[in-house]
């Protein structure tokens, strides 16, 4: 996982209270989405605003924005972005066993060849807590369920993470000097990057098994509940 290349985040101008001669926050960016000729048409960046007051503190956004909202900075190499085409990066080739889905882990068996189902299994083991190995054998016959786990893991811990960085300038400012906690803040913020990455591809793999689940007609065995969904 590469570190994510820093930009400015140019101001909406509908909605952005600040002054022409304010300094444009700087921030990360994670993903572009391209359109078929390959030209960047939305930038997915990470940024927090100092928010002043007595309960002030840094204020973090993570969005989508037109690509018209972003400005590079002259000097970092933003070659190795990710690029999300416009049209379902997610969706797996049909009927092309072995063909590689967008955002699917690199040494990872791609879908459709011989034991790649079971070949995931190291892979989201290591995202969870060691206990869960304890489950292997209901984990091995059913590595949707397994993904579907980390999948919530990683929700959990990304919350966190949030919750830690907008609270890091209020909590910790008394008992650190300013540059120790600039160093703590992109701790926050570069793990925060590398889980949506791992995040996607967990995704892209229940999604792989979650198809292979249903190809093999036992989807009407047992419901996994997606986050956000009624009930979770």
Known sequence: MHNPPPVH????????????????PVGSLLELQVDATGKAVAAFASWGVDTPGPRGGLELHEEWLPINRVRQIPGQDYTKV???????????????????????????????TPGWEQATLPFLFDILPPDYRAHMAVFTAYPEVLAHMAALHLD??????????????????????????SEITEVYRLERARLADLTHSVEIIEKALRT?????????????KRRGEAGT
Not at 9 to 24: F, G, K, T
């Open 9 to 24: 985040i140019l101001p909406d101008p509908a909605n952005d209270p600040r002054r022409p001669d304010d300094p444009l």
């Open 82 to 112: 990710p690029r999300t085409p416009t049209a379902s990066p997610a969706e797996l080739p049909p009927n092309d066993p072995g063909a590689t889905p967008h955002g699917w882990p690199a040494g990872l068996a791609a879908p459709g």
């Open 156 to 181: 959990h811990v990304s919350k966190a993470l949030t919750n830690g960085l907008r609270g890091a300038a209020v909590e910790l400012k008394p008992f650190l000097p300013p540059h120790v906690l």
């Open 212 to 224: 292979r689940l249903r190809e093999t007609d036992m989807s009407g065995s047992f419901h996994l």
